[in-house]
């Protein structure tokens, strides 16, 4: 069965999984994989909203294969939806180990984020920002 389906978004963050990773088994943590989509998600949020993000929730994620020592993971993230002070982007994990084979999806899932200022307290979003979504023109 041949894959199709190519990575939606931006490509925000690539590494590559270390032994140092690895579960029991010889695989990577699925926590690992999660804590970089996290941080793709964060440096996503970051750059749109121009200034602090946090994770306030990481919802409809799935893993669909095991990733490998060596291989090269890359996060893709998309914003779905943009509110005052949050921001939720689809997050996709693609394992593209080397050009011999074709990348295949890892994982996906929806995480939010909320806009703190320098005390951690939320913060607007800038109007002229939201309305790049609505246009489909943000990064």
């Known amino acids: 069965m041949t894959q199709t389906k190519?990575?939606?978004?931006?490509?925000?963050?690539q590494t590559i999984a270390m032994p140092a990773d690895t579960n029991w088994s010889g695989d990577?943590?699925?926590?690992?994989?999660?804590?970089?989509?996290?941080?793709a998600g964060a440096?996503?949020?970051?750059?749109?909203?121009?200034?602090?993000c946090a994770t306030i929730a990481i919802n409809q994620m799935s893993f669909l294969v095991p990733v490998k020592i060596g291989d090269v993971i890359s996060c893709y993230t998309k914003i779905l939806k943009v509110g005052n002070t949050s921001i939720q982007i689809q997050i996709e994990v693609w394992d593209s180990h080397d050009?011999?084979?074709?990348a295949k999806q890892?994982?996906?899932?929806?995480?939010?984020?909320?806009?703190v200022d320098a005390n951690g307290r939320k913060r607007q979003i800038v109007e002229a920002l939201k309305a790049k979504v609505c246009?489909?023109?943000?990064?």
């Not at 699925?30 to 941080?39: E, F, K, N, P, R």
């Not at 996503?44 to 121009?50: L, N, V």
């Not at 890892?106 to 806009?115: L, Y």
């Open 106 to 115: 890892v994982t996906a899932g929806i995480f939010t984020f909320v806009a």
């Open 28 to 39: 990577i943590f699925g926590g690992w994989i999660v804590s970089q989509m996290d941080l």
């Open 43 to 52: 440096i996503h949020a970051e750059r749109f909203s121009q200034g602090r």
């Open 99 to 102: 050009e011999s084979r074709p």
């Open 6 to 13: 190519k990575p939606e978004g931006t490509l925000s963050l």
């Open 135 to 139: 246009d489909k023109t943000a990064p």
